[in-house]
Every structure is written in C-alpha cells, then in structure tokens.
C-alpha cells in the first residue's frame, strides 16, 4: 500500500514551531538551578557534590529509565497526548521546587520534573520523522533541538534579570505562596508559563505513521531481537554521543560558579553572558549541523550524519580544556563561544542519524534509549564528575575551572572515538 503524502511543508514546520516552543520551556525548567546554585547551597547547607545530584541524577534517574517505557508508547499512542501529560505534570513540579524547604523535598521535586520532560522527545522526534522525509529530517531535528540552547540560554538570561531584580531582597511576597525567597521565587515563576504551551500543543495534529517494518506493532521479543541485531552501531552511537553530553552538562553547570568564584563576576553578568553565547554560537552550530547533515546525505553519503558529527567533535577537542583554565575571563568567554558552536553540530543530527536506520515502529524507542544514555551519562555525571574532582580531587573550590578542563577534555576525545567507530557499520545499516 502506498504511503500517505508529507504533510504540506506549511503545516509542518508549524509542528517544529510548537514543538520547539515546547523544548525551550523544557529547558529553562530544568536549566534555572544552574543559576541558583549559589543562594540554595547557603540556604539549604550543602556543597557542590548535593547540587550535583539535583542538577543531574535526582532529574536522570527516572527520567533515564521511564524514558524507554515512554518510549514504547510514543511508537504505539497517542503521542500528543503523551506529550500534553507530560509537560503539565514537569511544569507544575517546576513549580513545585519554589516550595522546597530541604534537600530531600528538592530532589524529590527534581525527579518529578525528570518525569515529566522524558516523555516530550521520543514523541517529538518521531512526529518529526512522519512529517519530514529523509533528506529534509537532519535540519527539521536540527531546530527542534535548538530548544537545548534556546531554553538554557533563555533560563541564564531570565534567571540573571530575576537575580539583579531580587539581589536587595531577602523574602518575596508570592501570591498564594506567601514569603519565599527569591530562589523559590524563580522556580514558582518559571514554571507556570509552560501550562499555557501544553494548551497550545492540544492543536497539534498528529500526522500518517511512515517507514514501518511491517503492517503490525512488534511484540517485545521482535523488538528486543531488532536491537539485539544493531547492538553494536546503535550502541557506539547513543554511548558516544552520551559521554559528549558530559561537556554540555558539566559547562552547563558549573560555568556560572566557575566565573564568579574565580573570575569574580556577578550572578547577573555571567548569566547574561553565558545565556547569549548559547543562544546565538550554540544554536548556529545546531543548524549547521543539520544543514551539513543533510547536504551530505543528498550527496549519497549513507554515513553524512557521523561525518558531520564528527567533525564539530574534532572542533571541541583542542578548546574546550581553555573554558576552565582561561587566565583570563575574556579567554574562557571565547573558549566558550568556540565550544558551544561545535558542540551544536552534532547535538541535533543525533536523532536524525538514528532514525535513518530504525524503522518507525521502533522510533520512540530508540529515542528513549538515546535519551537514556545522554541523562544518565550527560546529565547524571557530567555536573557530579565535575563536583567530585572540585570537593575530593583538588579539595577547593576554587579548582572548579580545573576540574571542568579535566572531565571535558577526556570527554571529547572519548566521544569522537566511540562516533568513529559507530562508522564501520553504519552505512550497511542504513
């Protein structure tokens, strides 16, 4: 039986649009600790290593494992519902982080939020594989994706703006919530504007499934059979671009505390300048990344989204150490700028890559499973790593500069070994 047509190209990049929308708000939800790293640790008594934790495992842990369930459901579900669910439930755990009054009610919160957030992308990559074809698909993930740094940026920038508003206060009045401090504040006000978008998302029409297999959903053992069979390249490419996500994570971060414990700036001002820098080198490198993609793949390079790959891979490796060990702050700043921009190229072609040898029926999950190896390696030790050579490694924390060029270093040159090797099969696979 012959295939559905495309959605009108209209039509569908007002799916990436919304989608899009979606992804950045995802993103300045789980990205505005960062900035309050410094308020919540006097606050609540902790050190780096406990915030590590709230900014990564207490969001991976479930977010990791539930995502491949989730995953599952994105391929055989309604996948706007999913998302629609999904998003009110990490939103309004957003919220729920304003109310912490410890560590353990933070980090429960913090898994909630992870809940939530991990059923957004399986679903959003495979509505973007069913409305795009192959050859238009690296760009379509591309700006999807650009939703990273667009949210982490924008929660940089916002958060920065909420701290200079608030830096003479000790208590906020919040409606409802009464007196909170200022870092509570920013969690309750950052976290209500993404009910309004999971409104929004119940427009979204879902289109054709495509590109499937066969004319029945697999059962487990069929399914476990068809990973079992690609093991190998699926597996060097979700684990390589997992331990790359170690750089983003760990910057992410720890650059705020890097600059204003060691290069003395304020809150605000890194914030700006960090949010900026994401905003515009990280999300050129997104969309170079997918346009590189896809014009070697027209070229009929079965393989044109590794290469791509790792080429902004083979970019980051000589720069990124000089984030952390810039003498000056102007150094760090370009190192940051170089870094971002390169780390953008692969970071919306990884979807793309994995789709173009995974029939749908197994799209959702595949990308659960590469959601799985970016949280739980990226997000849950790319931030502790980071602390844990800070508080026991170099015992100080002003080695935080240190300790980033340490963990980043080593994971760029991992990263693009573990890519080049996911080569040898890819194209047989494709």
Not at 214 to 228: H, I, K, S
Not at 322 to 327: P, R, S, Y
Request: with cysteine; net charge positive; hydrophobic share 55%.
């Amino acid at each position: 039986m012959q295939e559905a047509a495309y959605p009108p190209p209209l039509r569908a990049w007002l799916v990436i649009a919304l989608l899009l929308l979606a992804y950045t708000v995802a993103f300045v939800d789980r990205q505005i600790l960062s900035l309050m790293v410094q308020p919540i640790r006097a606050d609540l008594g902790l050190d780096d290593t406990a915030i590590s934790l709230l900014h990564g495992f207490a969001f991976a842990i479930f977010y990791t494992f539930l995502g491949l369930f989730l995953g599952r459901r994105a391929d055989q579900g309604s996948r706007k519902a999913l998302m629609v669910g999904g998003m009110v439930l990490w939103c309004l755990a957003t919220v729920a982080c304003g109310f912490a009054q410890n560590f353990t009610q933070l980090f429960v919160a913090r898994i909630f939020v992870g809940v939530g957030e991990a059923t957004l992308s399986p679903a959003a990559y495979s509505l973007i594989s069913d409305s795009f074809a192959p050859a238009k698909r690296g760009r379509a993930m591309s700006v999807y994706t650009m939703g990273v740094f667009v949210g982490s940026g924008l929660a940089l920038v916002l958060g920065g703006m909420a701290v200079t508003a608030t830096s003479g206060h000790t208590m906020i009045d919040m409606p409802l919530a009464g007196p909170v401090r200022p870092w509570q504040a920013a969690f309750m006000v950052v976290g209500l504007p993404g009910l309004l978008v999971a409104a929004l998302m119940l427009l979204l029409r879902e289109p054709p499934r495509r590109e499937r297999a066969g004319q029945t959903m697999p059962g487990l053992a069929q399914t476990f059979a068809f990973f079992r069979a690609r093991a190998a390249t699926i597996g060097c490419i979700v684990v390589g671009f997992g331990v790359n996500s170690i750089i983003s994570y760990g910057l992410s971060a720890w650059v705020p505390s890097l600059f204003i414990r060691v290069h003395h700036w304020a809150a605000a001002e890194i914030a700006l300048a960090y949010g900026l820098v994401l905003l515009t080198a990280g999300c050129g490198g997104i969309l170079t990344g997918g346009w590189l993609a896809d014009r070697m793949t027209a070229a009929g390079l079965a393989d044109g989204p590794l290469r791509a790959s790792l080429l902004g891979m083979l970019a980051v490796i000589p720069v990124v150490p000089f984030v952390g060990l810039g003498a000056t702050p102007a150094v760090s700043l370009a190192a940051l700028a170089w870094t971002s921009f390169f780390l953008g190229v692969p970071t919306g072609i990884a979807p793309a890559a994995l789709h173009a040898i995974t029939p749908n029926e197994y799209r959702g999950q595949v990308t659960a499973l590469y959601l799985f190896a970016i949280n739980l390696i990226g997000l849950g030790f790319g931030p502790t790593l980071v602390a844990l050579a800070t508080d026991h490694l170099f015992a100080a924390d002003l080695a935080v500069g240190r300790s980033l060029a340490l963990v980043t270093g080593i994971a760029s040159v991992l990263a693009f070994a573990l890519i080049a090797s996911a080569r040898r099969g890819y194209g047989k696979a494709v």
